[in-house]
């Protein structure tokens, strides 16, 4: 992994600790120096977070022990095995070498009484909720940060009272006292957040009696729903290793600095299969079919056209941030629907994409359900508001590679880095080795 040119260490991290994300290796506010050369090098995608929390569950659930190979290590991750540890599960850790053993319970949930913490990781808070109710007499304590106790769970928790689950709250903080799932028809919404249903489908095969779920409402990004239906028929054949794609959330931002900066970059870990587990791919097929990016397996260039993209990202909504944030530099409207339950995740996302593109000088329009981005010509000396949110700071770092006044001088800058912990906490190192490999 390339080292940082340009922000200092800070205070280490204390063995077994989850770091909240304004704890880490990164400065208060980073001025992202731009690059005066298309990008040209290698990144190496970390292990994409919703297949690698997924796998840890699934692995608990299953009746051996399994080997996670390329998993991510990060604050939503650590958060998850921290969860699973005080629950009672073995789980050993390798950083260095990207694995992940765990030995799985067969169902059983060995602790009954344990608290639970989920910072903002959605997929830790959901999927755990569900996971702990396969406990025919448990007690169990969740919170979240700040961000989470607005984040949609009320739907699942009551579909798992439905079960016989006693929740104390319909939002964190809250206790579950559990009682098996007995299985039958549960009712869901799940048009906050697919990840409601994902964590029933995981732990459906564990109830007494077959458990279905019927579901209310339309479903929003349901690549995660088939991820998680092929994960749950992958680990059915109880795997003694499990090898874990490499983020294509991640990968988006490799795709927008290869526009930005008119380069190329080696994707690593990235898998371009029809077959791949992430739905959020999609982006790469999305930016080639409009003329943005040509891709030839894992190395993405600039295209020739730079005209503003028009697409629902309903099912890919997390690159969203990855295409807006770049949209001031395309000839031409973008415009990105399909949004709306991306104002309940770690921040209200479509609100703070305006709020800061408005700062940066661009006309647009906010709907409850899209964003319009008009380019303007790009404001300098803008510090961007991040809101704990790990896609503002990724998706702007990237707009600040742009040279804007070709004087290779920073002229953006991105306050709470450091939240990109909560997914890709190498994220402005390697832009900084690909910056210093490029010029
Ligand atoms: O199941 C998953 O791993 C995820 C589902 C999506 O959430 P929503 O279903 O809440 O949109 C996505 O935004 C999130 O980053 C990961
Ligand atoms: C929405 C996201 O995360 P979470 O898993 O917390 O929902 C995200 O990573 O963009």
Redesign the pocket.
């Known amino acids: 992994m390339v080292r940082s040119a340009g922000h200092p260490r800070a205070r280490p991290r204390l063995p077994g600790t989850i770091p909240p994300h304004s704890v880490s290796t990164y400065p208060e506010k980073l001025p992202i120096p731009p690059f005066t050369r298309p990008v040209r090098g290698s990144a190496t995608l970390p292990g994409s ?2 297949i690698t ?1 997924r796998a840890l569950i699934l692995a608990a659930l299953g009746r051996e022990t399994v080997t996670l190979r390329g998993a991510l290590f990060s604050r ?1 991750t650590r958060i998850m095995v921290a969860a699973l540890r005080q629950l009672g599960f073995a789980v050993a850790t390798d950083e260095s070498a990207l694995t992940i053993r765990i030995e799985g319970r067969g169902g059983e949930i060995p602790v009954r009484e344990a608290k639970i913490e989920v910072g ?6 959901r999927f755990l909720t569900a996971f702990v109710c396969l406990r025919p007499d448990g007690v169990y304590h969740f919170d979240g940060d700040e961000a989470m106790r607005r ?1 949609p769970i009320g739907a699942l928790l009551e579909a798992l009272e439905a079960q016989g689950a006693r929740a104390s709250a319909r939002s964190f903080p809250f206790t579950l006292r559990t009682a098996g799932l007995p299985g039958g028809t549960v009712l869901l919404d799940a048009s906050e ?1 697919s ?1 409601l249903l994902s964590a029933l489908l995981m732990v459906a095969p564990h109830a007494k009696s077959p458990l279905t779920v019927s579901l209310k409402g339309e479903t929003v990004s349901k690549p995660f729903v088939t991820m998680t239906e092929r994960m749950v028929a992958q680990f059915a054949a109880s795997p003694a290793d499990y090898a874990i794609e490499g983020d294509a ?1 991640a990968a988006s931002y490799f795709a927008a600095l290869a526009i930005v900066t008119e380069g190329s970059v080696e994707v690593n870990g990235l898998n371009p299969a029809p077959d791949a587990l992430q739905g959020d791919i999609e982006f790469y097929r999305l930016l080639t079919a409009r003329g943005l990016i040509r891709c030839n397996g894992r190395h993405v260039s600039h295209a020739p056209a730079r005209h503003g993209v028009i697409a629902n990202f309903n099912d890919f ?2 690159t969203f941030l990855s295409l807006a944030a770049i949209a001031p530099l395309l000839d031409g409207p973008t415009k990105i629907a399909g949004i709306a339950h ?1 104002r309940k ?2 921040t209200d996302r479509v609100a703070g994409m305006a709020r800061e593109l408005t700062k940066l000088g661009q006309h647009v329009v906010e709907t409850e359900d899209s964003l319009e981005i008009h380019p303007r010509p790009l404001v300098p000396g803008v510090e961007i508001e991040t809101y704990h ?3 503002f700071a990724m998706s702007f770092g990237i707009l600040g590679c742009h040279d804007l006044r070709g004087d290779g001088q920073p002229w953006l800058t991105i306050k709470d880095p450091a939240c990109c912990t ?2 890709f906490p190498a994220f402005f190192d390697l832009l900084a080795g690909l910056r210093a490999g490029s010029h």
């Open positions: 977070k919703s929390n939503d903002n990781a959605g997929t830790a808070a984040r957040s990840q959330t909504s997390d991306t995740q770690e949110d790990h896609r909560k997914t």
